[in-house]
């Protein structure tokens, strides 16, 4: 680490402050020779204090000005309360670290240090947050509910003022500046639970930021942030801002990710509660799974995401693809409203080496290339430029050509199965044509010898293997324990290396009750050769075919 000073961003509030310090206390226990400087930055929130927070374009109303200068590299990391962090951030900066959470419940501070329940009739209370009205009148109907702004100190001074018989804070706040005596009742869970992220104070960093993604990941809490990303993957998820009806709270116990959240309307008159347990390394999931849970009952009309419903909303399906290659039909599963569980069985391997077989000068005295997979493809483009590919292009797969032709290669045959005997077919005039072939290591010499029994000169180059990835008992063990809809496998390897991963018992119990979605024949028929049960063969032999046939699926009525 090469830095003396870090400039630290922040709103110039008591507590904005106070969180600041606690901090700067940490970076300078880790880093004791390591200069800090505090700058206050003014935000859209508070210079406009009568601004209403309660419209989606005020998200993140106090983050926006702070987050624009760490942009600009006028600061190096900023403080946030988490709960004022939008879900969606710029890719600019990210959360570098959750340094801790205080006490995550909401308190009442009142006149006479009366709990809720001992208020008088129609006593008003002072918050501008949606989520606590509408728990609060859940609890008692008669409450007036009035919209309040301002720090903690100025509620506090309008309390004692006698505009309100009481207030609600968050108890973190409270603690944190000092004023915990001031609190008449700690509000359980069964009355009011918080906002996501409530209580948690949050680093932000520049993504790019290598330094300070070193500094601040020493302060990081992995308990603390499992439990509050699955808080705001639940609220990203049904379409919430910081002031939705939404109340969560995530807690890691004896290594469990367990989950309470509740929608309640704005008069009170409805309240759902929700329970839902993870893993504590992949709170992502079951931070979707609340949020189907959500999506899926009689909620939907009060976070306002009946529009969103879709034939795949609450699907859960296993994406085998290899790592870095499933984002693709992952963000597209998750856009349909499905949960999608990344689960890589395969892992390619360059075989290449410095010097590889692969060279310019090497394709010029073909005729014809033939690339079996998308991989064949991206370790073509690796050594050779497209414009330097002069020979008759042959793509197997929609997927192996869509990839060559968005690089720039033109693909001039794509047989319309993948068997040999098909490819071969479409190929006219091959005797005493030179043909190469660029496949797995792991691939069998059919197609070469068949092409040879047709008169070609062939070669066959393979730049890669397949090999099983390294998964930890942890993932194996989390993923055994999910009950998916849809299991899709991409290529026989992927068939092979759910297998192999997860043992010949463990994957049959798994595929036994989900529907298998394969994305082309040759996947199909290892399916079969498993004695795997295959339900349905993507018509379109690419990802979003595969997404396409789920969601006819799931349209029928599956379940």
Not at 302 to 323: C, D, H, M, W, Y
Not at 415 to 442: C, F, Q, R, V
């Amino acid at each position: 680490m090469i830095m003396e000073t870090i400039i630290i961003g922040t709103r110039g509030s008591r507590l904005s402050l106070v969180q600041t310090e606690i901090v700067v206390d940490k970076i300078k226990r880790i880093f004791p020779t390591l200069g800090v400087k505090v700058e206050v930055i003014k935000t859209l929130g508070d210079v406009k204090k009568n601004m209403k927070l309660d419209g989606t374009e005020q998200k993140g109303v106090f983050v926006k000005d702070i987050d624009r200068r760490l942009i600009e590299g006028k600061i190096d990391l900023a403080v946030h309360s988490l709960k004022d962090i939008p879900t969606k951030l710029s890719d600019a900066v990210k959360i570098g670290a959750i340094v801790e959470r205080g006490d995550p419940r909401d308190v009442l501070i009142s006149n006479g240090n009366k709990k809720l329940k001992d208020l008088k009739k129609n006593a008003k209370i002072g918050t501008s947050s949606l989520r606590r009205k509408s728990q609060m009148l859940a609890f008692r109907k008669d409450l007036k509910i009035i919209e309040m702004r301002g720090n903690v100190d100025k509620r506090l001074a309008e309390l004692d003022a006698g505009n309100y018989d009481a207030i609600v804070l968050a108890a973190s706040g409270i603690e944190r500046l000092g004023e915990a005596n001031r609190i008449s009742e700690y509000l359980p869970f069964n009355v009011m639970l918080p906002a996501p992220g409530q209580g948690a104070l949050a680093i932000g960093i520049r993504s790019d930021d290598k330094t300070m993604t070193d500094i601040v990941s020493k302060l990081d809490d992995g308990k603390i942030r499992a439990a509050v990303e699955a808080e705001r993957v639940t609220l990203s998820r049904i379409g919430g801002g910081c002031n939705a009806l939404l109340g969560i709270f995530a807690e890691v116990k004896e290594g469990k990710l367990y989950i309470n959240a509740a929608v309640t309307s704005n008069n009170g008159n409805r309240k759902y509660r929700y329970k839902q347990e993870g893993d504590i390394k992949f709170p992502e999931e079951a931070g979707l799974m609340l949020a189907e849970k959500i999506l899926m009952s009689g909620a939907a009309n009060i976070v306002g995401s009946k529009k969103q419903r879709s034939p795949l909303n609450g699907k859960i399906v296993a994406v085998t693809r290899e790592e870095g290659e499933g984002e693709g039909i992952y963000q597209m599963l998750l856009e349909k409203g499905a949960v999608p569980v990344y689960f890589p069985t395969i892992k390619t391997v360059d075989l290449q080496g410095k010097k590889s077989d692969i060279r310019p000068a090497t394709l010029k005295k073909y005729d014809i290339i033939i690339i079996t997979s998308r991989r064949g493809a991206s370790m073509l483009l690796k050594y050779v430029n497209a414009a330097a590919i002069k020979a008759r292009i042959v793509a197997i797969g929609r997927e192996t050509k869509r990839y060559l032709q968005e690089n720039g290669t033109t693909v001039d045959y794509m047989p319309e199965s993948s068997y040999s005997n098909n490819i071969i077919s479409g190929l006219t005039d091959i005797k005493g044509k030179k043909i190469l072939i660029i496949n797995s290591a792991k691939a069998t010499n059919k197609l070469l010898e068949e092409l040879i029994n047709k008169g070609g000169k062939v070669d066959r180059i393979t730049p890669y293997t397949i090999t099983k990835p390294n998964i930890s008992k942890t993932r194996k063990k989390a993923i055994i324990g999910y009950k998916f809809d849809f299991v899709t496998f991409a290529s026989p390897s992927a068939v092979e290396g759910f297998i192999s991963i997860l043992g010949k018992r463990n994957a049959g119990q798994i595929l036994a009750n989900s529907k298998v979605v394969c994305i082309g024949d040759t996947t199909s028929k290892k399916c079969a050769d498993e004695e795997i049960t295959v339900h349905m063969v993507s018509e379109e032999h690419t990802l979003s075919g595969i997404v396409s046939c789920i969601e006819n699926s799931s349209s029928k009525g599956h379940k």
